[in-house]
């Protein structure tokens, strides 16, 4: 009779071992799938920029100084490695996109252009949804810390090896208003 | 005074923790009621009447729960909305999947001059979302964009599965009653013992499957807190939805005749003004929201 209520328990402990060791990979996996996520919307918003480029040189023969700013900010997303500098590089080539759009307010033809405001759109669009996959990501993050600081996940988060990780940050460069100059 | 600030987080799980308890008194009820009839009648008998009304009452739900995504856009005659028409409305929603981490759903138009939403399908991965062109003509993004957040809410906790199986549990009781009053018709010189349990059966078989009405309610009204608050959770932006409340508390109700009152549940806000209590009432939902 004994040994069949051990036996029950050591069931139900084991159980509990599975399911906390499970939903550790699974809030893990999330948090891996929302990284994918930011990197795919950056990518759109880095494939974007050439042809916004292309458009607006048709246009705007004179400023050269602007478009080099916004093929440069690009170039450096696309060599930016590790979430935290992509974001960076994003921030720096959203701040240059804003002065292209700011000069195209002179050039009527531009702003008429059905490409040129379908490419605007669609920037602005990533835009949005490169900050929803940043919420994404912490509110991920956030479940799993939450996961390896409460009782009981505290005690298996150790017995796994879990660490809590750390949130996307924003600099305080970031932080201040950019200046739109022409 | 400054409201007391709510997280978005704590209201969500506070309302499903409530409407988790209201489901564990409907299945009290459930059982006490079918504890009072097997003391009524012989155990045979009762378990004939639980075995039926499971049937029936399963089976009929499961189709619709299987399908709820199908009828509920055939039941309101929506269509599907296409996307080089529908630009902004697949945008937004693309938006709030990233944000929710979920699947794309299938997106609907459906005609209507009122400014209502629903959502429906038995998980993420089934879900659909329809709007009315009302929304889409009166809304502005970011109220749209709200009350996108609000339907994918819905779908995100799954709330067609719960109303469901609470539908189900509320749909035995409403059975078990139905066959109990009807059976005591042919019933005939029971002793006397039996004879208090019949009556206490009689007043349960009149005032459970009421009672577990309200209860259906009231937990309809719960999650529809939850769901303002997973809204608010995608968009981190209450003013959104906020200001689509108000519009649609402005908007002028013309009676809607194509939609049935099985559907009603799902919408975003009564399209039956005043009739139906599934939705907490829209000045508390503002209440709520702009305490977040």
């Not at chain 1, 921030?91 to 059905?114: C, M, R, V």
């Not at chain 2, 079918?34 to 003391?39: H, K, L, R």
């Not at chain 2, 066959?179 to 009556?199: A, E, H, N, T």
């Not at chain 2, 005043?274 to 000045?283: A, N, R, V, Y």
Request: hydrophobic share 45%; aromatic share 12%; proline share 3%.
């Amino acid at each position: 009779m004994i040994g069949w209520i051990l036996l029950g328990i050591a069931i139900v402990i084991g159980f509990v071992f599975f399911i906390y060791y499970n939903r550790f990979a699974v809030l893990g996996n999330r948090i891996d799938n929302s990284l994918s996520q930011i990197d795919v919307q950056l990518k759109r918003r880095a494939d974007l920029v050439p042809n916004l480029v292309e458009t607006v040189k048709g246009f705007v023969k004179h400023e050269t100084a602007a478009i080099k700013a916004v093929t440069d900010a690009r170039k450096a997303l696309i060599g930016a490695q590790g979430v935290e500098d992509k974001i960076k590089a994003d921030n720096h080539l959203e701040s240059t996109l804003k002065t292209i759009f700011a000069i195209a307010e002179g050039y009527p033809d531009l702003k008429a252009n059905t490409n040129f405001l379908e490419l605007q759109r669609e920037l602005s669009s990533t835009e949005d949804r490169v900050a929803y996959a940043r919420q994404f990501y912490n509110d991920s993050i956030l479940s799993y810390n939450n996961l390896c600081k409460t009782f009981p996940g505290a005690m298996f988060a150790k017995i796994y090896g879990k660490k809590e990780r750390e949130y996307l940050q924003i600099t305080e460069a970031e932080k201040k208003k950019v200046d739109v100059k022409f | 005074m400054e409201p007391i600030r709510v997280d978005f987080r704590d209201q969500i799980s506070k309302n499903k923790w409530k409407s988790f308890f209201l489901m564990i008194i409907i299945f009290v009820v459930f059982v006490l009621f079918g504890y009072v009839i097997s003391m009524a009648f012989e155990p045979g008998f009762f378990f004939m009447i639980m075995i039926i009304s499971i049937v029936f009452s399963i089976s009929y739900i499961l189709v619709s729960y299987y399908n709820s995504d199908k009828i509920a856009i055939a039941s309101v005659g929506a269509k599907k909305a296409s996307r080089e028409n529908y630009k902004q409305y697949y945008s937004l929603v693309e938006g709030l999947t990233i944000a929710s981490g979920m699947p794309m759903p299938k997106l609907y138009i459906m005609k209507s001059g009122q400014i209502n939403a629903f959502a429906s399908g038995r998980d993420p991965q089934h879900a659909v979302v329809c709007v009315t062109e009302g929304a889409l003509e009166k809304l502005e993004k970011r109220e749209l964009e709200g009350v996108l957040a609000h339907e994918l809410g819905h779908v995100a906790s799954y709330d067609m599965k719960y109303m469901t199986l609470v539908a189900v549990m509320v749909g035995m009781i409403a059975i078990i009653s139905q066959i109990f009053l009807r059976s005591l018709w042919f019933r005939s010189g029971d002793s006397k013992d039996k004879g208090i349990f019949i009556l206490i059966g009689v007043v349960m078989a009149i005032l459970a499957p009421i009672v577990v009405y309200f209860v259906q309610m009231s937990i309809s009204r719960k999650r529809e807190f939850s769901a303002d608050a997973s809204a608010v959770k995608f968009t981190r932006y209450p003013s959104g939805l906020i200001n689509a409340l108000k519009k649609i508390n402005k908007d002028v109700i013309e009676p809607e005749k194509k939609v049935s009152k099985a559907v009603a549940p799902l919408f975003f806000s009564n399209p039956f003004k005043g009739l139906s209590s599934t939705h907490p009432p829209i000045e508390k939902r503002i209440q709520t929201l702009e305490r977040m």
